[in-house]
């Protein structure tokens, strides 16, 4: 009997000692540094929205929050990365429209677009403008349409590069609007200025020429989302044109595959103010704007644009060697 009690005794001080340690283990999960993934250099329009919503988040959690960069194969390497972290909510993923729905139809990736990752929010949209050359035979959107039906093959569009969105918004208006344009891949969005401010190129869509335009160098048409460019009020959207074309363009925030959804749900909410409170000047800068939609939402619209850059790109014969 003395035996079994001392037995009963023992357990209860190891018991006693035990409970202290696993109350304590998800305080420690809780204080874990949360990684925000950008699969692009520092100082790029995604390290920037990341650093402003990690900022943000972190003061909502208490908690560290840092962004971690891994550039690299088309970003592609830092969302294998991503793909391959923990489910646990301690490590986010901020990345454009092109990682989810132009890059997985165009080459083979190491991750699943679909299937390894759960959109969290969408937290910006990016407005590029269509923009021509000051002396363009035409002002309007109907105009300029016109006129390019009318000589097929003679006019430009100049893009950031193959199968960038900037080239893939020229294809979609060729496609949607029955235009015959060509395309000039160019090296970067700079190169692109000084084409269409001296007039070699006709066409361009995309928001670095909002200076020129505001100089009045070249002229703008359309933004090519259902948002008006910050910086550019009075030019109306492709949709308030009559024109049924919202191009997509935008961040969001992904978790890896198993995340509980309580968590998603949580980080979700939590997107919903940060996005709300992000600061409107310096995405203006970037020609960005605060766009949030929460994890359903956001997942059905990437679900129509990948069905739409699918198309388009089928369409257009767009392959990267």
């Known amino acids: 009997m003395n035996r079994r009690r001392s037995i009963r005794q023992l357990a209860a001080v190891l018991l006693g000692l035990a409970l202290p340690v696993l109350a304590a283990a998800p305080a420690r999960a809780q204080d874990k540094t949360v990684r925000i993934i950008v699969p692009y250099p520092a100082g790029g329009n995604a390290d920037n929205i990341a650093r ?9 959690l208490g908690q560290p929050v840092i962004v971690e960069n891994k550039p690299g194969g088309g970003a592609m390497i830092g969302a294998q990365a991503a793909a391959r972290s923990p489910g646990d909510g301690s490590v986010l993923f901020m990345a454009p429209t092109a990682v989810f729905v132009v890059t997985p139809h165009l080459r083979t990736t190491p991750y699943d677009a679909q299937k390894d990752f759960i959109p969290v929010a969408k937290v910006t949209s990016w407005i590029p403008v269509m923009v021509t050359r000051k002396d363009f035979p035409g002002h309007t959107l109907a105009e300029i349409v016109a006129e390019v039906k009318r000589h097929p093959g003679k006019y430009t569009f100049g893009s950031a590069g193959p199968a960038t969105m900037t080239h893939l918004m020229g294809e979609l208006m060729n496609q949607k609007l029955g235009m015959n344009t060509v395309h000039v891949p160019y090296k970067g969005s700079a190169d692109l200025i000084s084409e269409v401010v001296s007039g070699r190129i006709d066409i361009a869509y995309d928001s670095v020429l909002v200076p020129q ?9 359309a933004s090519m989302v259902a948002l008006r460019n910050p910086d550019l009020p009075s030019v109306p959207t492709l949709k308030e044109l009559g024109t049924d074309i919202d191009v997509p363009n935008w961040y969001g925030l992904f978790v890896p595959k198993g995340t509980p959804q309580a968590t998603v749900d949580r980080l979700g909410a939590l997107s919903r103010d940060i996005v709300a409170g992000l600061d409107k000047d310096q995405l203006g800068k970037m020609s960005m704007k605060a766009d949030y939609q929460g994890p359903a939402e956001f997942k059905a619209q990437i679900a129509r644009d990948d069905a739409l850059m699918r198309d388009v790109i089928q369409k257009a014969n767009i392959h990267l060697e």
Do not use: C, E, I
């Open 52 to 60: 402003l919503f990690g900022d943000a988040l972190a003061k909502k």
């Open 213 to 221: 335009v505001k100089a009045g160098q070249v002229q703008a048409v």
